[in-house]
Antibody, heavy 123, light 106 residues
Framework: EVLLVESGGGSVQPGGSLRLSCAASGFTFSDRFMDWVRQAPGKGLEWVGRIRDKTYSYTTEYAASVKGRFTISRDDSDNSLYLQMNSLKTEDTAVYYC??????????????WGQGTLVTVSS | DIQLTQSPSFLSASVGDRVTITCRASQGISSHLGWYQQKPGKAPKVLIY???TLESGVPSRFSGSGSGTEFTLTISSLQPEDFATYYCQQRNSYPLTFGGGTRVEI
């Protein structure tokens, strides 16, 4: 059974930092591009960023709204994905999903999702 | 960035209805489009990718079509479990983007 379990969410003041983790199991984590997608309360889905696999040198992509503030990393030895969030803003308040991209030519689509972790940025 | 505009944003339907949702891209994206279903409090689930390829395990009443800038998701006969919000998503270029969503309700 595929499992993605996020942790690390919580409440933080504007300007603060938070690190989210995602523990993966049930599939070959190291073969997958991994992404973070967020959803503000009552709103739609917003892609946050991606980290590619070792074949692609673990390169990353980010949405403009988080570039320079958020950093995605991974530890294939531990089947873990991370999202370091710095300089948090109130508009970063959302449920953050860890998502596994499909393999091969279909890596732009997400077939594995975690249950999400809520991040609230408020003073 | 590629903008995806879904219509309608809200749809009221009955069990057994044929439902069509449209997604328009701000520029051509070939067939690089997927569709997701999300139920309240749950993570999204992929239904369709590459515009028309049905994800394994997804019922055949779901179908997708289109290319370029206009795409559709069709549910041939709406079932009770299909009441949810549907999102399109493009993978043609970064940043990956989602449409605003279509909420399907009774």
């Amino acid at each position: 059974e595929v499992l993605l379990v996020e942790s690390g969410g919580g409440s933080v003041q504007p300007g603060g930092s938070l690190r989210l983790s995602c523990a993966a199991s049930g599939f070959t984590f190291s073969d997958r591009f991994m992404d973070w997608v967020r959803q503000a309360p009552g709103k739609g889905l917003e892609w946050v960023g991606r980290i590619r696999d070792k074949t692609y040198s673990y390169t990353t992509e980010y949405a403009a709204s988080v570039k320079g503030r958020f950093t995605i990393s991974r530890d294939d030895s531990d089947n873990s994905l991370y999202l370091q969030m710095n300089s948090l803003k109130t508009e970063d308040t959302a449920v953050y999903y860890c998502a596994g991209a499909k393999t091969g030519n279909y890596h732009g689509y997400f077939d594995y999702w975690g249950q999400g972790t809520l991040v609230t940025v408020s003073s | 960035d590629i903008q995806l505009t879904q219509s309608p944003s809200f749809l009221s339907a009955s069990v057994g209805d044929r439902v069509t949702i449209t997604c328009r891209a701000s520029q051509g994206i070939s067939s690089h489009l997927g569709w997701y279903q999300q139920k309240p409090g749950k993570a999204p689930k992929v239904l369709i990718y590459v515009a028309s390829t049905l994800e394994s395990g997804v019922p055949s009443r779901f179908s997708g079509s289109g290319s370029g800038t206009e795409f559709t998701l069709t549910i041939s006969s709406l079932q009770p479990e299909d009441f949810a919000t549907y999102y399109c998503q493009q993978r043609n270029s970064y940043p990956l983007t989602f449409g605003g969503g279509t909420r399907v309700e009774i």
